[in-house]
């Protein structure tokens, strides 16, 4: 079963976006191999307003990366590099989840669709680039959870920069 990876960055008070649904503000290291996590995905499964972000910074489509937009206000034949999914965004990622790639899944964002998807039990894991900024407003990493997420937290990595790498596992109870 391929793994579904919550991966964002994140500011010190949990936004992954700005209030302008920016992104500026994250930070890289020269110690993070952040091509290495690209390695291991070949899906990617976003919300509306992350792949709308995407496109607006002059991205959307990943190079070798299947894209999976979860909308229903965009019109699939606007974005022919992308699979856009308007109904039941759980069974079409269950089923993305049982296709033999030998790769992960990377759920970009946003954060309704990470609450949806953990709600029905298809998030393996949470990856936070924790930036050391407080943006005082804007998207959250975790909206209206119906429920606790428990997580266990399997790496911690800190670097020069400040950035902080983490990753947990999520824990089935």
Known sequence: MRRVRYAV???????????EDGVGW???????????FFREIDTALM???????????????????????????????????VTVVAEDAAAVVAALRAEDTGSDIW???????????????????VEIGLNPI????????APSLPRAVRLELTECTAYGSGLVVLRYDVRRV
């Open 9 to 19: 960055g994140m500011s010190l008070d949990a936004f992954i976006a700005d209030p």
């Open 47 to 81: 919300g509306r307003r992350t792949f709308e972000a995407a496109v607006a910074a002059g991205g959307g489509a990943m190079p070798g990366i299947r894209g999976y937009v979860f909308s229903r206000t965009l019109r699939a034949e606007d974005f022919p590099d």
């Open 107 to 125: 759920l970009a964002g946003g954060g309704a669709l990470f609450a949806s998807l953990a709600a029905a039990g298809l998030v393996d894991t």
């Open 134 to 141: 407080l943006l005082g407003g804007g998207i959250p990493l």
């Open 26 to 36: 994250m930070i890289g290291d020269p110690g993070y191999d952040g091509m290495a």
